[in-house]
């Protein structure tokens, strides 16, 4: 069995896409998490991290060695300047590859699940996903997310709010799911350290003779994420968490 990653983290090693869309940059597709942080480790090659809030838009430079996180209802997209690979730590492991992301597309593909997973679906008619469908998805999500740009840029955030909360929507079926994977993650990890303390301040160091070193080899199997070509660590138990589709995390 694989061990926790500190903090019970996720974590993947991601090539961003290197194709152009109709706006004439490279790159991934845009989305936000509910409820994860997100943080990008530059590996190499050069980009830019370009970000939607409430709070306008934003666009951050990705060099080498660049650190770069963003909180829950960020809305991101990655921009290849040239072979830019990043390492990504996911706050929750886990909750990624069991939905917690919502691709920006264009409202008439947000209205339910359904719709919503028919317009994400990388798989064709024999079942596999397609770098095609996954260039096809992209685009579909950058047309969304410059609507919200545009319209946020001329002080209207009402678009924004309104993905919001489809977004909400589309994920609640979902949320039981979630509440065991962050107790059984996340969750376990900080009460590990609380019982540690607890333990500590009452002279008891037992816990210290369980020490173990643990490694997790990279990946060799490559998938078509939301960003980009991913390779994706395994969730602690060694089995990927998934809502019955390909594990996909930005």
Known sequence: MTGQLPGGVGLS?????????????????????????????????????????????????????????????????????????????????????????????????????????????????????????????RDLAVEGFLALRQAADQGDLRPLEAFHASSAGLVEPLLGQWRTILADGAGATVDDTAAQLAALAGGDHSHLRRASVQRMPRPTEEKFGMCGVLNAYPVPDGTPVSSGRPSEQP
């Open 13 to 137: 090693a991601l090539r961003v896409y290197p194709w152009e869309a109709f706006d004439g940059l490279c790159g991934g597709s845009p989305h936000l998490h509910l409820c994860c942080t997100e943080a990008y480790v530059v590996v190499s090659g050069a980009g830019r991290l370009q970000t939607l809030t409430t709070e306008g838009f934003s666009e951050q430079p990705l060099h080498p060695g660049d650190v770069v996180w963003f909180t829950p209802g960020t809305i991101h997209r990655a921009i290849n300047d040239g072979d830019l690979q990043v390492l990504v730590l996911m706050q929750n492991s886990g909750l990624p590859e069991a939905g917690d992301a919502v691709l920006t597309f264009p409202p008439q593909h947000l209205r339910d699940r359904a719709t919503y997973e028919a317009a994400r679906d990388l798989t064709g008619p024999d079942g596999t996903p397609s770098a095609e469908r996954a260039r096809r998805r």
